[in-house]
């Protein structure tokens, strides 16, 4: 089991460059969430999906961030255009069911906006 | 929504000793409670889950509890080790709506185990 794959690992660019995180869940999961993790506000869940389709956005913080999920191992986070305040690690998870059933969590790209 | 609250925020203790680490939650139908590990660096990483059905759970040195008349769970680590200093993060499921099940995370504890 490889776990969850993301890419990259580290991101570094420029302010209103556009943006995209990547993310591979385990093999047989049908969740899939993005997160963001910052100091100031922690781990919060910005979307997630089920069987590929998205369920809630509604902590997607603007329209400059958008998500998909075109088959059941891939799915791409974007942000376009980047500012300085984007500066956080994402981390994406996935499990298999919803619920009471454990997330396993990719290793996150560090994400630094100049 | 799910609020979860975590303390202590920094937890210091000498190797040998014990650690406990204390969240509360505030929707009394959240059912399942997660704990994370995560090292400097590192992703976030599941060592120990209960769900409302028990009151305890143990797995070697690390024991979970969970008192659901009081909406609060603990995480007790014995025999504490170097390797275990870490950022400890507790997590609540809530359903958020219809068939909708969120995960919200406590702020998390800094536990440091001194040699």
Not at chain 1, 64 to 87: C, G, H, V, W, Y
Not at chain 1, 88 to 97: D, I, L, N, Q
Request: hydrophobic share 30%; net charge negative; with cysteine.
């Amino acid at each position: 089991d490889a776990g969850v794959i993301q890419s990259p690992r580290h991101e570094v660019t420029e302010m209103g460059q556009e943006v995209t995180l990547r993310c591979k869940p385990i093999s047989g999961h049908d969740y899939l969430f993005w997160y963001r993790q910052t100091m100031m506000r922690g781990l919060e869940l910005l979307i997630y999906f089920n069987n590929n389709v998205p369920i809630d956005d509604s902590g997607m913080p603007e329209d400059r961030f958008s998500a998909k999920m075109p088959n059941a191992s891939f799915s791409t986070l974007k942000i376009q255009p980047s500012e300085p305040r984007d500066s956080a690690v994402y981390f994406c998870a996935s499990s298999f069911g919803q619920g009471n059933q454990p997330q396993h969590f990719g290793d996150g790209t560090r994400l630094s906006i100049l | 929504g799910e609020n979860v609250e975590q303390h202590p925020s920094t937890l210091s203790v000498q190797e040998g000793d014990s650690a406990v680490i204390k969240c509360t939650y505030s929707d009394s139908a959240s059912n399942y409670f997660p704990w994370y590990k995560q090292e400097l660096g590192k992703r976030p990483q599941l060592i120990i889950d209960i769900r409302s059905n028990v009151g305890e759970k143990k797995d070697q040195r690390i024991a979970v509890t969970l008192n659901k008349t009081a909406k609060h769970f603990s995480l007790h680590i014995t025999e504490t080790q170097p390797e275990d200093s870490a950022v400890y993060f507790c997590a609540a499921i809530y359903n958020s709506g219809g068939s909708n099940y969120k995960l919200t995370f406590g702020k998390g504890t800094l536990l440091t185990v001194n040699p």
